[in-house]
């Protein structure tokens, strides 16, 4: 008889702690209106890194992914 009762509370336990952890997933996961939009990305012409665009460098050639690399492929 001992033994059954143990057995139940082991299983009454269990269930509480996995229902518990679930509904805590549930509530950290992000909504699903809280994502961030997605953004255009372009290839430095330099390196080839893909950076988003509003990140890139501008120059009279083609995008860069930073000033040092604008100034390196056009003098």
Same mark, same amino acid.
């Given at each position: 008889?001992?033994?059954?009762?143990?057995?139940?509370?082991?299983?009454?336990?269990?269930?509480?702690?996995?229902?518990?952890?679930?509904?805590? @997933?549930?509530?950290?996961?992000?909504?699903? /209106?809280?994502?961030?939009? #997605?953004?255009?990305?372009? *290839?430095?012409?330099?390196?080839?890194?893909?950076?988003?665009? @509003?990140?890139?460098?501008?120059?009279?050639? /083609?995008?860069?992914?930073? #000033?040092?690399?604008?100034? *390196?492929?056009?003098?």
């Amino acid at each position: 008889m001992k033994l059954w009762l143990l057995l139940l509370l082991a299983l009454v336990g269990v269930f509480l702690w996995r229902f518990n952890r679930q509904a805590d @997933l549930k509530r950290r996961s992000p909504a699903a /209106g809280s994502a961030k939009p #997605a953004q255009d990305m372009i *290839r430095c012409d330099l390196c080839a890194l893909h950076v988003p665009l @509003l990140d890139a460098v501008q120059g009279r050639s /083609g995008h860069y992914c930073c #000033a040092e690399h604008l100034r *390196r492929a056009e003098p």
